[in-house]
């Protein structure tokens, strides 16, 4: 069973940086893609920035190309979600999910969903 917790979100103002982390347990988290996804509230989930098992490899939306950076650390089962320059329309609640391969763009690839955490960006 793999299990999936995110932290980091927040309020914070239009302009500034968050880190997002994803903490992971159980089974072959080194083996496959990991994803940040977003939701808005009555909207569907959306996909902002995916990574390959080895971290050699990345995806990202393309209103948020430039700003965010997805990133892995294998040994420590953490994926991490830099972003910088936040705008009051990345406002969401971001979920980290596992893939069931080493690659996986799409939200039907990934099995394993974490319970989100909020982020609130002010104008």
């Known amino acids: 069973q793999v299990q999936l917790v995110e932290s980091g979100g927040g309020l914070v103002q239009a302009g500034d940086s968050l880190r997002l982390s994803c903490a992971a347990s159980?089974?072959?988290?080194?083996?496959?893609?990991m994803g940040w996804f977003r939701q808005v509230p009555g909207t569907d989930r959306e996909t902002v920035a995916t990574?390959?098992?080895?971290?050699?490899?990345?995806n990202y939306a393309d209103s948020v190309r430039g700003r965010f950076t997805i990133s892995r650390d294998n040994a420590k089962n953490t994926v991490i979600l830099q972003m910088n320059r936040l705008k009051p329309e990345d406002t969401a609640v971001y979920y980290c999910?596992?893939?069931?391969?080493?690659?996986?763009?799409?939200?039907?690839?990934?099995?394993?969903w974490g319970q989100g955490t909020r982020v609130t960006v002010s104008s």
């Open positions: 159980g089974p072959s988290f080194s083996a496959v893609a």
């Open positions: 999910a596992a893939g069931r391969t080493g690659w996986a763009s799409d939200q039907s690839e990934y099995d394993y």
């Open positions: 990574i390959d098992w080895l971290g050699t490899s990345t």
